[in-house]
Structure formats: C-alpha cells, structure tokens
C-alpha cells in the first residue's frame, strides 16, 4: 500500500519524477562512460542535463541543511560542486 504525506513538501513533485526517471548507468561500449537511462544524454558530474536543472531547482527551493542532507542521501547528490 502507498500513502502519500499530505504535509508540506518543499521538494516539487516534477522534480522529484526527474530526479527517479533520470538515472545514470553504465554503457556496455562506453569504457565505464555513464548514460541517462531515461533521456540518453552523456552523465556528467551533476547528472544529464535535466537532471542537473532539476537539482539546481531544488537547491534553489531549499534552505535548510537538514533537509539538504536527508536529498543528498536520497538523490546522491554531492552539494559540495562537482566531484
Ligand atoms: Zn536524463
């Protein structure tokens, strides 16, 4: 059973779909070169491109370095530039 939390989510609904459908994975001819799995597009540091604005939105959204944490497990995403 799903439920969905009715309370206040600071995190937009589309980015949250963007941030599960594009995921990286690693091309069989690529030499360990990552891909979007949804879009195709070259993985960079911060994802594909709509991945990257997704994030970037989602920075812009949050303030809370609580909250930044419990994205960064939950996306895997590093805020501390790129890696
Ligand atoms: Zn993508």
Redesign the pocket.
Same mark, same amino acid.
């Given at each position: 059973m799903v439920s969905f939390s009715v309370r206040h989510d600071p995190v937009p609904a589309s980015v949250k779909i963007d941030l599960e459908? @594009?995921r990286p994975y690693r091309t069989w001819f690529g030499l360990g070169r990552l891909r *979007?799995?949804? *879009?195709? @597009?070259k993985w960079g540091a911060h994802? *594909?491109?709509?991945?990257r604005s997704a994030v970037k939105l989602l920075a812009s959204k949050i303030n809370s370095d609580s909250l930044r944490d419990v994205l960064t497990t939950l996306i895997g995403f590093s805020w501390g530039g790129a890696a």
């Open positions: 459908l @594009h *979007c799995e949804w *879009c195709n @597009h994802g *594909c491109p709509q991945r």
